[in-house]
Structure formats: C-alpha cells, structure tokens
C-alpha cells in the first residue's frame, strides 16, 4: 500500500508540474522534448529492466521499498494526460489569471488543477492499479519476504513443484484485488470522461 | 496621464505581418474604439497593450512608461475577454474578488467595492451561483463586474458584447458609457460593429489589413473618410463610390456631365480619375437630376427604403435612401446631392483627395 500509494502521488505531483511547463511556458525545443518523451511510451519495461536493476544496485537500494518506488516517480504517459488536460483549458482563463498578476503556482493551483480535477483523479487511480498490480519490478527488488508487495506474498502460497495452499491463495487474492475495484467503481465516471475526453478532443 | 502611444509598433508571427508601423496616441480617459473587419488586428493591438502579446517592433508607452517588457499583471488593467473567461470552478462572487485578493487589498475594501459593482450592474442577487448557471447577459455583466471592481487605470474590451442579442447590446452599450462615466479609466473596446463602435466611442481608430486607416470622431469618419476602405466600411449600406473624371471643366459621372463648385476644379484637376463618394441617404429625387438611373430593387428597412439603381450609359451601382412615404416612379429615376456631402477619393491611392467643402453649387434636396 506504501509503495503504491508513493508511486502514485510522485507520478501525479511529477505529471502535473511536467504537464504544466509544457502548456504554460515557452522554453526551446519544447515540441522536439516532448515527441521525444512520447517515444518512451515504445520503449519496452524489459529494455529497461537491467539498467535499472544495476542502478539501484549501486544506490544500495536493493531490498527495500525505495528500490521499487525511485525508477517509476515519473510516466511518459501522465505527463502527456495532463498536458492534454490542460490544453483544453481555455487560454483566457490562464490569460485572466496573469492580467491578475496571479503568479504561475497560484493560476496552478487555483485555476488549472480545480478544472482538471477529474483528470488528475482517472490518471491517480490508474496509476495506483498499475502499481498495486505491479509485480515483476518488486520481485527483482525485493528479496525478504518481511518486505514483499502483495502480489510476491501471495505467490508465496502457490508452489510449482505441488502443495499450493489454494484456499489461502485464493483468499489473499479476493483481498488483493478489493482495493483497486473498489477504487475503481468509485471513481470510474471519472475515467470514463477523461480517456472519452483524450480520445475525442486530441 | 494614463495616455497609451503607439510608436512605430509591428507585429508579426513569423513572416506574417500583423499590425504594420503603427502609430497612435490614445488620451488618458477617452473611450477609443478600435474597429476593423476580422484579421485586421484590431485584438493582436488590445493583447499587445495587455502585455498578452510581445511587440516585434516599436515602442509602447501607456502613462508615460514605456512597457515592451513590462507583465500583464504588472500593467495595473482590466479586461473583459470575448468569451468573458470566467472561471467555472468559482461562484460570481469569487470570480469577482479573486484578483483583489491577489492584490492583497482589505478584505473590508474588497467588500465594499465588489457590493457596490454589484449593485451598479443589478447581480446582487447573483453572487453565490456558479458561471454556467448564468445567462450570456448575466456572464457578461459578471465579466464587466470582476474588471470594474479593479479599478485600474486602463479598462481593456474584447468584442465583450458579441455573444449577446440585439436587444441586450443595446443595453449594455449604455451600461458600458456609464461604467466608463464612473471613473473614467482609459478605455480601448475592440470591435467589428460599427454601430457599437459609432455609439460607444469618443474616438474611433480603423484598420485594415494591420495598418490604421484612420483616427477621428465618430461624426468626421462618417462625413469624411479617409480612404475608400473607410468610406465603404462604415455606413450601412455603405458609401456609394462611384468612378468620376474631370476634363474640359466638369465633372463626368457615368457619361453625364455634372458641375461641381467652382472651388473644387483646382483639386479635381490634379488627379483627374477619382472615386465619387456619396452616402445613400444623401441622395434624393430631384426635378433638375444629376444623374439617372433604372430601379434595379427596392429594400423595406421599416421607416426608410433602400433603392438600387443601376446607372444609365455605365452601369455603375447607386444606392440610395428615401423616406418611406416618399413615392418612387417606376423605371427611370433621376437623381440628386448635394456637393457639401460629396468626398473624392484618388482613383489609384484611394485617399481622400480633401475637396473644400461649398455649398455655392449645392442641389436643393
């Protein structure tokens, strides 16, 4: 849940501000920076695996939860959500906000993210699920079972070589898969909208 | 004192030009229109002013300061956008005061200053609704509202009454006049209406195609324009401009000799082939006519009828207004005006060559 939970709002907070600096500044290559950061989008998790396993290595991060958490606090593919979001935005809104002599984080926070809300709040859920399934990354990581996600302990009860604990196993994976329903149907208006949105507005 | 000049200033994006070498003092209080057919850059010159917009070249200086560089925010104005930028997230009441709550002023100020403006444009009852539970009137007013309250200097408009109905912009012409008599803040409205701009203004400024056509009264743009673009932009219908040559001592309109004042020959002599400018409610029907034409239709506008008429030998197209109880032949119509309404126009620059105006060969009508 703290892994998931980290995962999530560094990829929010980095998705946003990312988001924001590509709709409301203009700096060079702004266009060039951001077809290259679609490009990681085609980049496969299992190119990146090794190099990132040997980078948390040297950091002497291997075994803990900062090891799984620091190579996904940020997403190509949030930091694209967002600025979509935010270019849906009207421009005389943000323009009203600096003829108000708003500074850049007031028309963020008090323009910007109230409009996006929805957005930000489809792209947090999908991001929890993402990481609250994820189960590759971690069982690299992680080697204690003190320290295993939810996904690696209840691997744990399921042999290969035969006497699987299916009751138990089946339990912790109802219990498993409760939050992010859960998450989900509360929230999936939310989705919805947004994922319509992107596809329909560009 | 809160003057706007314009010195030199260009705008392009790119190779494209914009606003050419523009060059323009507004005075500090006065109720400038700027008016222009769409693309003409009339908004890129309020957004300039705005600071929404960089100058590629030139200077502008508003209460003496010169502020190429200078933020929006810190250009102390208000403006009202076309859409009105609301902010649907907040109540009317938010929309209105989250600038002065920026600004840091007293909120026992901010009170009184929101209760007042309010009150002067009847949203009192308004104040806790969201935007999209608003009517277009209401958001406008709302817009009109949240820059008001700023009390800044420089009071910007971006065709702020486009969105409504005939009826509501009648009012809010008059409400904008008296907003503007409140305090008068230095005012640039931009728009495409001629009638707003002819009603609101102190002053109009006309463009076209980037450059500023001309700078005047509403009254001197109307009698004399400064270009053909001019003449035949504002008036509805517009100018009637008719080709016009003078030799052997006259006046030639469509083959028929006309004899203008005395005074004019010197002008017309030194340009020959001209445009004759001559507004259609100043035509009339005359016994002793100038000009004849065939009735081509006729248009109803309630109290007036608008006649079309193609001219005999040319088949040059004449406008022409006449009272509605006035009866009109059928056919042939002969036509009159008087030479005091008449303006000439350069044939090939189009300027208005500036004809003395007499009234010592004037018809009658």
Known sequence: MLIASSITLAKIITSILAGFAFVYYEFSHKEKLFNTLLLTFFIPITVVMMPNYLLISKLGLLNTPWGVILPQLADGMGIFLMRQSMRNIPKPLLEAGRLENASPWVILTRIILPLIKPSVIAMGIVFFINSWNDYFWPLLILHDKPTYTLPLALQMFISAEGGSEWGIAMAVAMLTALPPLLLYLTCQRFIMNTFMQSGVKG | ?365
Request: glycine share 8%; charged share 20%; hydrophobic share 40%.
């Open chain 2, 1 to 365: 004192m809160n003057g706007i000049i314009f010195e030199n200033v260009c705008k392009s994006y790119g190779e494209t030009p914009v606003v050419k070498d523009l060059n323009m003092v507004i005075q500090g209080g006065e109720r400038l229109i700027l008016l222009g057919p769409s693309g003409c850059g009339k908004t890129t010159t309020l957004r300039m002013v705005a600071g929404l917009e960089t100058i590629t070249a030139g200077t502008l200086k508003m209460g003496g300061q010169v502020v190429n560089t200078v933020e929006p925010g810190a250009r102390n104005i208000a403006m009202v956008f076309q859409n009105y930028a609301l902010y649907p997230h907040m109540t009317i009441w938010e929309n209105i005061t989250f600038g002065l709550f920026l600004q840091k002023i007293p909120i026992e100020e901010i009170k009184a200053r929101t209760e007042q403006a309010l009150e002067i444009l009847n949203l009192s009852a308004y104040e806790q609704r969201k935007p999209n539970e608003l009517s277009g009137g209401q958001k406008q007013r709302v817009a009109l509202c949240r820059s008001l309250v700023k009390q800044a200097p420089y009071f910007l408009l971006d065709e702020p009454l486009s969105n409504l109905d005939a009826q509501l912009r009648l009012q809010a012409r008059t409400e904008l006049v008296k907003i503007h008599n409140l305090y008068r803040p230095t005012f640039i409205y931009v728009t495409h209406d001629q009638v707003e701009a002819m009603t609101v203004g102190q002053r109009i400024a006309i463009m076209n195609q980037g450059a500023l056509q001309q700078l005047d009264t509403p009254d001197a743009i109307y009698q004399h324009p400064a270009n053909t673009f001019v003449a035949s932009f504002i008036g509805s219908p517009p100018m009637n401009l008719m080709k016009g040559s003078f030799r052997d001592g006259a006046l030639w309109i469509a083959d028929s000799r006309v004899n203008p004042p005395t005074k004019w020959h010197r002008h017309l002599a030194e340009h020959q082939e001209l445009w004759i400018g001559i507004r259609p409610e100043q035509c009339c029907l005359s016994d002793t006519p100038m000009l004849y034409g065939q009735i081509e239709f006729v248009e109803h506008l309630g109290s007036q009828r608008c006649i079309h008429l193609r001219l005999h030998h040319d088949g040059q197209r004449l406008l022409c207004m006449l009272p509605v109880d006035q009866p009109i032949p059928a056919g042939t119509l002969g036509v009159s005006f008087s030479w005091q309404h008449v303006n000439g126009f350069d044939r090939h620059a189009g300027q208005n060559i500036e004809l003395p105006n007499s009234l010592s060969h004037s018809y009658a009508c």
